[in-house]
Structures are given as C-alpha cells and as structure tokens.
C-alpha cells in the first residue's frame, strides 16, 4: 500500500525532474543559435555576396571565416567571464551580445557593419557553445547528466536544418536579411528564459555560497541526503583546490585532462563533419547532381543529424559514452570510405543514391558519437576550480579547427579531387579512433566530483 508520504514525495520527484528538464531544455536554446548561425550561411552566401558585390572568392570565403575566428575568441573570453561572475549571468550576457550582432546583420547598411556584426555572431556562437553544456552538467544529476547535456547537440542540430531549409527556401528572393534576422527569436527567448532559472549550485559553493545552493539544489534534487552529500563533495574539492588561475591551467596533474579535452575538440572538427554540413549541397551540385536531389540530400543529411542525435540521448546514460563513441566512429570511417568510393564511381543515377546513404551514414554515425559525446565530455572532465577556463579552451581549439577545415576544404579538393579528400579524412578518422580507445574514460552515471577524482589519479 501506497502511504501519503510515498504519494508527497512522488510529487515532489516528478518536480524535481521537471525543474532540471525545463531549465536544461530553456539554456539548450542556445545551441539553436549555434546551429542556426553556423548552417544558414551556405544557403544565403549568394545573395550576400550580390548585397554587397562580394566577387572573389576569398571575400565570399571571409563570410564563413569571420564567424568562426570570432567563435574562437568568444569561447577563450568567455571561459573567465563564466568562473567569474557564473554560468547564469554569463549566459545571459551572451543573449545580449546575440540580439546586438543580429540586428547590426540584418540592418547592416555598409559591408564593414556587416563584417564586425558577423564577428560579435560568432563571439556569441562561441561563448554559448561550451557555457551551455557546462552549466547543464552541473545543474542535472549524475544519472541522467548525458541526455541533458546532449539536448544542446539536439538543439544545434535543429538549428542547422531549419536554417538549412530557411536559406534553400528564401533562395534567389534575395532575403538574407530575413533569414539571418530570424535567430532574434532564440536570442530573445535564452535571455528572457536564463533569468529565471537557478545558477549552478556547484559554482555558488565554491563561491562560498552554500545556502543559496542548498536553495537551488531543493529545487532540484529528491532527497536531503543528495544535497548534503553533493554541497559537501564540492566543498572538499574546493578546500584542496587554490584559486583557479591560469597558472592552475598548466599544473601537472591537470596536463592530461586540458590534452584530452583539446584533442577530442580537434577531432570532432578535423573529421570532417562541416565539410558535409557547410557544403554538402555545393559539393553535391557540383559533381552533378540537380537542385531538386541537391535539397534532398540537405534533408536527408539534416534530419539523420537530428533523428540519431535522439538516438544518442537515449542511450548516452545506459550504455555509457564509450561504447557510443567508438561504434558510431567506425561507422563515420566506413560512411566516409562510401562516399570517397562514390566520387570515384560517379554520382550519377544510382551513383547518387549511393552517394547520399554514404552521407547520411557518416553524419548518422556522428550524430551517435562525436557530435554529442565531444561536448558533454569538454563539460565533465575538468576539476570545477578550473571548468570554465579550461572547457573554454578546449572549445576555443574545436574553433579554430573548424576555421581551418572550412578555409581549405574547398581548396584540398581542387588540388587532389574529391575521393583522395575523403580517403583523407577516413584516414584521420581512423587515428582519431586509435586515440579514443586508448584515452577516453568512461564516466557514466559519476558524479562530476568522481570523475575529476578518477582523472587525478
Ligand atoms: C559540431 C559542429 C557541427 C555540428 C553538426 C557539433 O557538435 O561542433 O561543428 O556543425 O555538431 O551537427
């Protein structure tokens, strides 16, 4: 039998679970703004150019390259900014920088308004795309800490098909300024939402301020025992660690982690996952297939990215990271071994059948594993002193390798054709699998204190 404490205390769990849901799914707007930023513009790049006779290729490049260099820099500036004043306010502040840049885009009356309103963009993409995750991890519980992380690589993924969609849409009406305008939407709906969730309660005990994160954590948690126990985790880690500087950023015993961090960064970028994303339709274009195949496989590629990113969340928490992300690499490898086999052949007729399963293969298989798993990893495996500083680096690096993809992608296929870039960048997959296999830990169902504790020793 059921007694009336039970029923209370189903309540108040179902409460809790709402309240970690609702403030996870609010911040993961952020990554439609982070999706949506960076996937619109491959399809309005044409009419841009002509606004502002964009002729030589370089400029038109610039478009692409000014919003990630800018990304770079938001996520290293915003890394303090996070520690500092927390991951609330930081978030909030981001909003703010978001509505600013958007606006100076769409009204842009001269090319250098435009210019600088791509690079406050990409300040915002930047800065969002690692306090999201950060302030999710230490908000949700262990247990369910990677499906709600994760809902911030859902959202990017919604956010690059509708923009996808938007900017094929919009196409040849010349409308870009509507199509860039629309992420005013999210922008708005992150700053008005942040505002009313909780800050991070492990950030407000190490500030010192435990009765305000035994009051979030309330809110959040079913039992008084799990508060205690994690207010006084934190407060140990917090009473071993100094204050978090960057001189901690080079200790030794956080060497392994910031490496770790950085590579998967990397990796998640250098295997190619923009060159399908950005250019897909281009590319496809271009060796052959028509406008109307061409949207097609923009839909097949957007909506496989988005079907398997839920795919992930379900199981990211049961079966573990691990398993997730070496299964769903060997399938990029052999997504991208197809793809160069396709060029090879050509795609024509079934050739372009077969082309496209290779694409949604390979961005199925990374919808699985590095796409979510990278950043809800940059969120776990760094001590707390140090989490926002470091995870900022790390996604400053994931930056700085999309630049540099998408600068030469376009470049290495013209100098060795299609199918050797593709065996390349299978070649690179395979690498990147050897590295995960012998490094990445497996921290499912830990507590972030654990995992900080089991990456020190
Ligand atoms: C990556 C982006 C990529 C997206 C594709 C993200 O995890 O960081 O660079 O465009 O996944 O879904």
Redo the contacts with the bound molecule.
Sequence with gaps: MTSVADTEQATLTRQHHRAVTRAAVLTAVGGILFGYD?GVVGGVLPNIATSFALTNPFDKGLVVAILLAGAAVGALAAGRIADQIGRRRAIFIISVVFVLGLLASSFAPALWVFWVSRFVIGLGVGATSFVVPLYIGEIAPPNRRGALVSLN?LS??IG?LVSQLVAYFLAGHGDWRVSVGLALVPAVVLGLGIAREPESPAWLVRQGREDEARDVLAQLRDSADEIDDEVQKVRETAREESRGSIGDLLDRRLRPALMLGIVLAVI??ITG??TV?YFAPTVLQEAGLGRSASLLALVVVGVT?VLMTVVAIRYLDRVGRRPLLIGGMAGMIVGLAALAAAFAIGIHGSGAVFATIALAVYVGAF?VSL?PI??LLIAEIFPLRVRGQAASIATMA?WAA?LVVAVSYLSIISAIGRTATFVSYAVVTVLSLIYVLAKVPETKGMTLTEVEAELAA
Aim: aromatic share 6%.
């Design positions: 960076t690589q990017i993924t690059i998640q970028q996952i923009n994303i990215n919808a796409g990278v950043w994931n999309n």
